[in-house]
């Protein structure tokens, strides 16, 4: 398959969808041709000297879009701390498997505050004794604390399966759990995780892990994995797996395309935190994070990244996106923004602000809000992240019961508009269509509308075209029925007719007229 993310050689074979417009990834950046005064190309490098007249014709070059990130609805919350292992507490997972929802939560317990040396763990002077547990909803809205039978607080059975004395040598801090297709079934489930290390230990590791970062060696810290073979009852692996300090919300997964784990993580760059990723063919070993996303000059000067919330759009192997935590110093709030990638590796902030952000003073999220890895669907036409609110600043004491889980809710596919205000248009790179028909996710204002040309991909393997390719017959835009309203599925249809499937395994380009309108996806159906 030739894919959008790796070199020049078009078309691109894409699967049904959807496909949605959160980069610039399916809008064609357009070519300049310069031509005689009979249309004849003029060469870049003409021998026959300088025409006596040239004239610029752009070919495809998008005009009146831009994207803009969708605020999120709010709801919750749905489900707040009343155990006393959920003294302060937050999710970290969030999944839809055989119907059932399912939440690992992570969180400090009252020992914390009632012993430096409490029965559920180890010293627990900077998190070390956090508990992993674990939920499950068939609505998202109310939530069951299964007895588990796995760890008892003060005698009585709980919903806890990791952490505090699960894990004892090592303590437990910011769990991303995942699913590992390619693990054999005792191992399917897999958590990565920040934990105490001795110095000694550390040293003795750097043979096999490569040399420590700095943070890690200031904090006696380092990353470590766990496995399991149904996400409730947890085998710790012996030794540390990354020697690096990641005390946030770390995601991993399973990338069947790369055949690699890959995992994103909280580093310093240049005095200011950032996300950085690791990628290894080996579970047991990775090597340090790289830096992807950082405050960069169109950030205020005094914001870090915190968070990551790494996730694929649901039925996606190439829509990732990220919710990174923007912390401001200043005012020590927080606000989630949107990032994008079609692979993984090189990312594309959404602009146009926060797509969540901390509340009015005094609400349960009004002090800091932070999301958990996963998007998942929600009723028949919606998606939900889980998020937590405090209802106090980051830094704020914290003596006090925290951490209440709300839910952060989209349209199905709507989590960025391509955004006409008033006229604008674009055209796709050549794709090879399969299917019978196109569907579109799309808002416009009353007296706004979509429509949409098939046209034929001139010179597919050249990189550049050097003209416009014609419309197919039947499929122009004096062909085009307008499209307007609020559809999340609409069938694109020319006079009446939607079916395309003639043009099936051919080059095509799609182009798009847009008036008032939001574009959030594409389908072939």
Not at 292 to 310: C, K, M, Q, R, S
Not at 376 to 385: E, I, K, Q, R, T
Not at 428 to 436: E, V
Request: contains cysteine.
């Amino acid at each position: 398959m030739n894919s959008p993310a790796r070199g020049m050689i078009q078309p691109y074979e894409l699967g049904p969808g959807p496909h949605l417009f959160t980069d610039w990834r399916y809008v064609r950046p357009g070519q300049v041709r310069w031509e005689g005064a009979t249309g004849q190309d003029v060469s870049l490098f003409a021998t026959e000297g300088e025409p006596d007249f040239v004239q610029a014709v752009a070919l495809d070059v998008p005009s009146g879009i831009r994207l803009v990130a969708q605020p999120a609805q709010r709801i919750g919350p749905v489900l707040r701390p009343t155990r006393p292992w959920e003294r302060t507490f937050g999710p970290s997972c969030l999944m839809l498997e055989g119907g059932k929802y399912r939440l690992w939560c992570e969180g400090l317990p009252d020992d914390y505050w009632k012993n430096p040396t409490p029965g559920m763990g180890t010293t627990l002077d900077t998190g070390w004794g956090n508990l992993l547990s674990y939920f499950e909803s068939d609505d998202l809205e109310h939530w069951t604390r299964p007895d588990l039978h796995i760890l008892d607080y003060d005698g009585a059975p709980t919903n806890i399966l990791y952490g505090g004395p699960l894990s004892p040598k090592t303590g437990y801090h910011g769990g991303g759990v995942f699913v590992d297709p390619s693990a054999p079934p005792a191992e399917r489930y897999k958590v990565i995780y920040m934990g105490r290390i001795d110095p000694a230990e550390m040293n003795r590791h750097e043979a096999r892990l490569g040399k420590a970062d700095t943070m890690a060696r200031y904090y006696k810290s380092a990353m470590f994995g766990a496995v399991s073979p149904d996400g409730l009852h947890w085998t710790a692996l012996p030794d540390p797996i990354m020697l690096a300090n990641s005390d946030t919300g770390n995601t991993a997964y399973y990338d069947p395309a790369l055949g690699k784990y890959v995992g994103y993580f909280r580093m310093w760059f240049y005095g200011r935190r950032a996300v950085g990723r690791a990628e290894t063919d080996d579970f047991s070993r990775w090597p340090l994070p790289e830096p992807i996303l950082w405050p960069g000059p169109e950030h205020p000067a005094e914001v870090d990244l915190y968070t990551n919330a790494h996730t694929l759009y649901p039925g996606t192997n190439d829509q990732h996106l990220i919710f990174p935590a923007w912390y401001r110093r200043a005012t020590d709030t927080t606000e989630v923004h949107l990032a994008s990638s079609q692979e993984g590796r090189l990312w594309s902030p959404i602009p146009s602000g926060p797509i969540l952000a901390t509340a009015d003073d005094g609400a349960w999220d009004g002090g800091c809000l932070f999301v958990a890895k996963g998007l998942v669907p929600y009723g028949a036409d919606h998606v939900a992240a889980a998020y937590v609110g405090y209802s106090v600043p980051h830094k704020y004491p914290r003596s006090m019961v925290l951490g209440d889980v709300g839910l952060a809710v989209w349209q199905a596919e709507r989590l960025v508009a391509l955004q006409a205000d008033e006229i604008g248009q674009f055209t796709t790179p050549p794709l090879i269509f399969q299917g019978r028909e196109l569907q579109l996710n799309l808002l416009t204002a009353r007296a706004g509308y979509g429509r949409v040309e098939v046209a034929a991909a001139e010179d597919p393997i050249r990189p550049v075209p050097t003209k416009a390719g014609a419309a197919f017959e039947g499929f122009s835009f004096a062909d085009a029925d307008p499209l307007w309203g609020d559809r999340q599925r609409a069938t694109v249809t020319w006079k009446g007719q939607s079916d395309m499937s003639a043009l099936a395994g051919k080059p095509i380009v799609l182009r798009f007229r847009l008036s008032a309108a939001k574009l959030f996806a594409f389908s072939f159906t």
